[in-house]
């Protein structure tokens, strides 16, 4: 078995300087991975690393497993100040994540940051409005998407009192029953399937304004989030009325295509959050149920476009007795990490260790490192225990 060396972390601070140590170049986008939601600590090391990446390598904004949309919330607060700090973190963020401390303290630095900061660092969530039981309906998107074409286009091929009909009541779209029953999904029905043609043509409406709405840059990018979001969500509620025997999975593609074209758009230098799985470089396995799921990840879709310009860190934990997470077994990947000196680690794929076994927690939130497929990351930081801090 390979016996990992790697660069001790002192500390979520040290981990910029490690990063730098490790990775032979930061690219546009730098993925970050958690193995888990819901553990502050990864968060804490997250925020240290983008502080470090504004500081010393140019880096002007992060992007976050959360709603695109809820997202713009975040962004005028840490921006431009409007807003109430409870209400942003309430509002601002999806997947309950607006409840972790760590990113009441991001949110909170970056507006601190910016209020002197020549150039301002932004956030933004690169998730589909999407939660496990269910998917936004598409009415937010569309309403963003037809006002900005409405205040520069004559004579629209549809008019907002249309699309309003055609989206009836947004309880519609939101039916919790949907995510089990197709039957029970409006996105298979001829209003749907007319709304997929209106957004098609309002999106070619839309590119092709690009160079007369360049003036305007924050204005047209929301323009053209709107415009992938209504498609995404439409896209994703037809797959709900599927019933196929690749519903599930073809539904999750969905989701982490979703989030690739909205880390595509991104034109600044961005660190990436979010959990390993949607982040890394390879094919995501999930068993869930009797169901056994694969899809391309949202990293793997972008590192096929952007090659050397995506890098992706994941992270791995020791033990977590608060989350039911024991000490690793020592020939897991964990175990071999764990094993090596100090209490958090950076190591180079090229040396983790690729002869141990698979480890299983019973934390089915929890996805350990799959000992088959080191390459899917660039780098992996270990903690060697995550302490409960509250």
């Not at 303290?105 to 940051?113: C, K, S, T």
């Not at 150039?119 to 496990?132: K, S, Y």
């Not at 071999?336 to 680690?345: E, F, W």
């Given at each position: ?11 979520p601070h040290?981990f910029g300087?490690?990063v730098?140590?490790v990775?032979?170049h ?9 193995p888990?939601?819901?553990?502050d600590e990864?968060?804490?090391?997250r925020?240290?690393l983008l502080a470090?990446?504004?500081a010393?390598?140019g880096?002007r ?22 807003g109430?700090?409870?209400h942003v973190?309430?509002?601002?963020f ?13 949110v909170?630095?970056?507006?601190e940051?910016n209020?002197?900061?020549d ?5 933004h969530?690169?998730d589909a409005?999407?939660e ?5 309906s ?5 309403a963003?998407?037809?006002?900005f ?10 008019t907002?009192?249309?699309?309003d009909a055609?989206?009836?009541?947004d ?8 995510a089990?029953?197709?039957a ?9 399937r ?12 839309l590119?092709?304004r ?14 053209e989030?709107?415009a ?7 896209a994703?509620?037809a797959?709900?009325?599927?019933d196929s025997?690749d519903?599930?999975?073809?539904l999750l593609?969905?989701?982490d ?7 595509l758009?991104?034109?600044?230098p961005?660190?990436?959050?979010a ?11 999930w068993?869930l149920?009797?169901?056994d ?6 990293g793997a ?26 000490a690793?077994?020592p ?9 090596l000196?100090?209490t ?5 794929a ?12 019973g934390n089915h939130?929890?996805f ?10 660039d ?12």
């Amino acid at each position: 078995m390979t016996h990992p060396a790697g660069v001790p972390v002192d500390g979520p601070h040290g981990f910029g300087p490690a990063v730098e140590r490790v990775l032979p170049h930061l690219p546009r986008l730098l993925a970050f991975g958690e193995p888990m939601h819901g553990e502050d600590e990864f968060l804490r090391y997250r925020n240290a690393l983008l502080a470090h990446l504004v500081a010393h390598a140019g880096f002007r904004a992060i992007a976050i497993e959360s709603s695109c949309l809820h997202a713009r919330l975040v962004d005028d607060y840490v921006r431009h100040g409007r807003g109430d700090l409870d209400h942003v973190m309430r509002h601002g963020f999806t997947h309950t994540f607006g409840g972790c401390p760590a990113n009441r303290e991001l949110v909170r630095l970056l507006a601190e940051h910016n209020r002197t900061a020549d150039e301002p660092v932004r956030f933004h969530g690169f998730d589909a409005p999407i939660e496990m039981m269910g998917a936004d309906s598409p009415r937010t998107a569309l309403a963003a998407l037809h006002r900005f074409l409405d205040a520069r286009v004559d004579h629209l091929p549809v008019t907002w009192d249309r699309i309003d009909a055609l989206l009836g009541a947004d309880a519609r779209w939101n039916d919790p029953a949907a995510a089990l029953d197709p039957a029970r999904s409006v996105g298979g029905s001829a209003e749907a399937r007319e709304l997929r043609l209106i957004t098609d043509d309002l999106r070619w409406l839309l590119a092709g304004r690009t160079p007369e709405s360049a003036a305007e840059p924050d204005d047209l990018r929301d323009a053209e989030l709107a415009a992938r979001t209504a498609a995404g969500l439409l896209a994703y509620h037809a797959g709900m009325a599927e019933d196929s025997p690749d519903r599930v999975a073809r539904l999750l593609s969905v989701r982490d295509t979703m989030m690739a074209e909205n880390l595509l758009a991104l034109d600044a230098p961005t660190l990436v959050f979010a959990h390993n799985q949607h982040l890394h470089r390879g094919v995501v396995h999930w068993r869930l149920g009797d169901l056994d799921l694969r899809w391309h990840s949202a990293g793997a879709l972008v590192a096929h476009r952007l090659g050397d310009d995506y890098a992706v860190i994941g992270s791995a934990i020791g033990t977590a007795e608060h989350h039911g997470i024991p000490a690793p077994e020592p020939d897991t990947v964990e175990g071999v990490l764990a094993a090596l000196p100090g209490t958090a680690r950076l190591v180079a794929a090229r040396d983790l260790p690729r002869a141990a076994r698979p480890r299983s927690t019973g934390n089915h939130s929890h996805f350990p490192l799959d000992p088959a497929r080191p390459d899917d990351y660039d780098a992996v930081l270990m903690l060697r225990e995550a302490a409960h801090s509250g």
